[in-house]
Nanobody
Framework: QLQLVESGGGLVQPGGSLRLSCAASGFTLDNRNIGWFRQAPGKEREGVSCISKSGGTTNYADSVKGRFTISRDNAKNTVYLQMNSLKPEDTAVYYC????????????????????WGQGTQVTVSS
């Protein structure tokens, strides 16, 4: 059984912060590339950030650069997305995703790169 579970979403005012977690069960994340994606109302799912298997490479969408930080704690089998200075346009369902075990260490923010997906967690930024 291979599962990814996101948590940490909720309602926050503009300028506030949230930390999302992506926890794995049934497999370990230390040999997986991980991506964070989001889907806003009426829009397609888009890449937010990614981190390579080794943790040595990260990428961010221009819209979140400087505000969001991705990190991984292999000992806890968890990947995090720290979100600061949140804006109303950040409102979306946020998903984490993992690649297959044989994929080389890379950091891509395209949906076909990932095989395993969590159920998503809602983030709402509103006053």
């Amino acid at each position: 059984q291979l599962q990814l579970v996101e948590s940490g979403g909720g309602l926050v005012q503009p300028g506030g912060s949230l930390r999302l977690s992506c926890a794995a069960s049934g497999f370990t994340l230390d040999n997986r590339n991980i991506g964070w994606f989001r889907q806003a109302p009426g829009k397609e799912r888009e890449g937010v950030s990614c981190i390579s298997k080794s943790g040595g490479t990260t990428n961010y969408a221009d819209s979140v650069k400087g505000r969001f930080t991705i990190s991984r704690d292999n000992a806890k089998n968890t990947v995090y997305l720290q979100m600061n200075s949140l804006k109303p346009e950040d409102t979306a369902v946020y998903y984490c995703a993992a690649t297959r075990i044989g994929v080389q260490a890379m950091c891509l923010m395209t949906l076909p790169f990932y095989t395993y997906w969590g159920q998503g967690t809602q983030v709402t930024v509103s006053s």
